[in-house]
């Protein structure tokens, strides 16, 4: 059975910096790219960023690029996002995701594509 936990969410002031982690279990963690999204209240959910199954590629939405990182640490089966310089327009549930195929080259932005889900950690920010 599959489980992935996220924390770190909260509120924090325009300009302030999150960490969120995301702890996995249930498989085998290093095979499977994962990918951070965010869903605002009626809005879809959108991707935010992915990182391949090592660790060697990491891609960003547009709208976070240069302010967010993605990384994985495939010993402690636990994948984070450092978010800084955030923005009100960043509030939304953020959810972490495992792929559902192993040892993708690029790993997709779909969230179809990705089989595994956790339950969400809120982050609000404050203008």
């Known amino acids: 059975q599959v489980q992935l936990v996220e924390s770190g969410g909260g509120l924090v002031q325009a300009g302030g910096s999150l960490r969120l982690s995301c702890a996995a279990s249930?498989?085998?963690?290093?095979?499977?790219?994962m990918g951070w999204f965010r869903q605002a209240p009626g809005k879809e959910r959108e991707f935010v960023s992915t990182?391949?199954?090592?660790?060697?590629?990491?891609y960003y939405a547009d709208s976070v690029k240069g302010r967010f990182t993605i990384s994985r640490d495939n010993v402690k089966n636990m994948v984070s996002l450092q978010m800084n310089s955030l923005r009100p327009e960043d509030t939304a549930n953020y959810y972490c995701?495992?792929?559902?195929?192993?040892?993708?080259?690029?790993?997709?932005?779909?969230?179809?594509?990705?089989?595994?889900w956790g339950q969400g950690t809120q982050v609000t920010v404050s203008s």
């Open positions: 995701a495992s792929e559902s195929l192993p040892f993708r080259v690029v790993p997709s932005r779909t969230p179809r594509e990705y089989g595994y």
């Open positions: 249930g498989r085998t963690f290093s095979s499977y790219a």
């Open positions: 990182i391949n199954w090592n660790g060697g590629r990491t």
